[in-house]
């Protein structure tokens, strides 16, 4: 499924937890594929990188 960044910066992280070390940062408009959630975290990937970020700032619609 493809989603879409919500805030101005966003860091993907290497586990669904807010103390796991960032794989890289995302920016508000880019869209992601989401592979699979656990909890209020989703599991997504860009270019190629993969990693955790809140589905909170996420969103179904495109982000302008």
């Known amino acids: ?3 879409y960044v919500i ?5 993907v992280r290497t586990s669904p937890t ?5 794989n890289t940062s995302l920016k508000k408009g880019d869209f992601v594929l989401l ?3 656990e909890n209020n975290w989703v ?3 860009n270019n190629g990188v993969y ?3 809140s589905k909170k ?3 179904s619609s495109p982000v302008k």
């Open 51 to 53: 990693g955790w970020v």
């Open 35 to 37: 592979h699979h959630q």
């Open 7 to 11: 805030p101005k910066k966003l860091n």
């Open 18 to 22: 807010i103390r796991a070390n960032i």
């Open 1 to 3: 499924m493809i989603r």
């Open 43 to 45: 599991y997504i990937s």
């Open 57 to 59: 700032y996420i969103s």
